[in-house]
């Protein structure tokens, strides 16, 4: 029988239950106590004062499904979606943590028993890499799963050593590997062409066993720690035998639900907008469910760049009416048990998706229609007006993003300088005529969306570099 999404989640949970972990519900996607973090973007994000010794809790042992949403500051997977088979701008993180308590050995041991004997993976299918230097994990994985050495890669870069922060816990990762087999572009890790999708990592373990005092001081923490992420979409795409995240039976029944709301075929030639749209319907759900309204900043914008580059996928899709919130009852038949809040918010999360396509449907149109009159005098390779670009934000709602999203299938850019000097002129003139109380400063401060060349960046969490805690 084929082992569903909500399942194998269940199985995940129960195996790490019986080896003594405490079971500990998702934290939300907005991170309590920590404003340098825009969305919760990894399992340790609710763990983080424990890891650090800050806080203490009664159990040593704790495993999660954690909501994650990658959509912004350094980990920034928008872009991917629609283009790679394992990336999501929302996703659920897997994990298992020890705080002080096991280490190494039991957690490569734990891993592999999980995937090989529980799930059954074949191990002639699987390869791991350790950071280059890690003889310890090397050799571990030589005893636990029997592979021989070339089947254990050894990385220099930054991708195999884990950091929270300039200061704080550290160590060096080790990461799963699933091959996809040849039919599909890509090569192994640490390879020129890892990024492709034949070899998918599933699992990172990540060995917390210095702490970093300084820039010079590196020491070994007394009681090392463990904390693991493993992408429940790419478990099961693996374990239902499909290649693709968005062929698992969860993110399909949200594609098929898409394609019968908008009388498509889902196979046909909206596939792409199906799969993104099915993506950022569950992170709008889940950021609305999680207390986050569409607004003109912050995570509040995030949310709503996202929202409107699935409107545009509607439209393209010949939608006349609004279509994300009639697809929620699809979303909330597949995850709602495992996340109550999803039913808890479900009249809000209807009426906002409504609402705001609703609203941006108008100008939506109109701002298509501008960008199609451009296009006739712009051959492939050109840009797009800044001044354009910048009407398009300021007169329809077209976020950048949303804007170069639209022009890059047609491999045209836009001139972000161009829009740039735009938005700073139209800015010197709102400040000019502002007498406002400057109570909405800080918040500006730390969220305010800076458009840059090529994506959009969160200012206020890489200005301060405190968002070290990607699993
Ligand atoms: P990748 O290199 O494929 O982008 P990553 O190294 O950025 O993945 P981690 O930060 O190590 O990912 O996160 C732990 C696990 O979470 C990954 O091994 C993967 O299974 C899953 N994961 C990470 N990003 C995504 C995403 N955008 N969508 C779905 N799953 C993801
Ligand atoms: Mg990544
Ligand atoms: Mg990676
Ligand atoms: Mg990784």
């Known amino acids: 029988p084929m082992q569903t999404a909500n399942t194998i989640r269940r199985a995940f949970l129960d195996y790490f239950a019986k080896n003594g972990h405490e079971v500990v519900s998702s934290s939300p996607l907005v ?6 973090l825009m969305f919760t973007n990894a399992g340790m994000v ?16 704790a ?104 200061t704080g816990p550290c160590g060096p990762c080790s990461e799963i590997f699933y091959d996809h087999g040849d039919k ?48 429940l979409e790419r478990l099961a795409a693996v374990l239902q035998g499909q290649h693709d995240n968005y062929d698992v039976d969860l993110l399909r029944a949200l594609i098929e639900a898409s394609a019968h709301e908008s009388n498509t075929d889902a196979d046909g030639p909206y596939k792409v907008s199906h799969r993104v749209v099915a993506d950022h319907l569950r992170s709008s759900c889940f950021l609305i469910a999680d207390g986050v309204l569409p607004s003109n900043e912050g995570r509040g914008y995030v949310l709503r760049r996202i929202m409107r580059r699935a409107m545009r996928h509607a439209h393209l899709m010949g939608c006349t009416e ?73 007169t329809y709602g ?30 010197a003139e709102a400040r000019k005529a502002w007498s406002g109380s400057g109570e909405a400063a800080t918040e500006t401060l730390w969220f305010e969306i800076k458009e840059k060349t090529g994506a959009s960046e969160f200012l206020g969490y890489d200005a301060i570099g405190a968002e070290g805690q990607i699993v």
């Open 184 to 231: 599909i572009a890509g090569g192994p890790p640490g390879s020129p062409d890892q990024d492709g999708d034949r070899f998918i990592e599933i699992w990172n373990l990540v060995f917390m066993q210095f702490e970093q005092v300084d820039k010079q001081t590196r020491l070994p923490l007394p009681k090392p720690s463990i904390d693991t992420g493993m992408g």
């Open 46 to 61: 609710q763990f983080k004062n424990v890891f650090t010794g800050v806080e203490k809790r009664d159990y040593v042992r």
């Open 63 to 166: 495993a999660t499904s954690q909501k994650c949403v990658r959509a912004g500051g350094k980990h920034n997977d928008l872009d991917n979606v629609g283009y790679t088979a394992r990336h999501h701008t929302f996703f659920e993180m897997l994990g298992n943590f020890s705080f002080g308590d096991y280490f190494k050995d039991d957690a490569i041991a734990l891993a592999w028993n999980l995937i090989t004997k529980e799930f059954g993976l074949a191990k002639d299918k699987l390869l791991v890499t350790v950071y280059h230097d890690d003889d310890e994990a090397f050799n571990i994985w030589k005893k636990v799963a029997g592979f021989s050495d070339d089947r254990i890669i050894r990385i220099p870069t930054s991708d195999n050593f884990w950091s929270m922060g300039d």
């Open 31 to 36: 991170p309590r106590n920590d404003p340098t």
């Open 398 to 427: 077209f976020p950048l993003d949303l804007t170069e999203d639209a022009l890059k299938a047609k491999g045209i850019g836009v001139d972000t300088d161009g829009f740039a000097t735009a938005m700073d002129r139209q800015r």
């Open 322 to 394: 609004p279509l994300l919130w009639r697809l929620f009852p699809a979303l909330a038949k597949q995850m709602g048990e495992a996340y109550p809040e999803l039913g808890r918010a479900g009249a809000l999360i209807t009426e906002t998706l409504k609402l705001e396509e609703t609203r941006f449907k108008a100008t939506l149109d109109k701002g298509l229609k501008l960008l199609d009159d451009e296009l006739t005098h712009l051959v492939p390779g050109a840009k797009l007006a800044g001044e354009v670009a910048f009407k398009l934000y300021d």
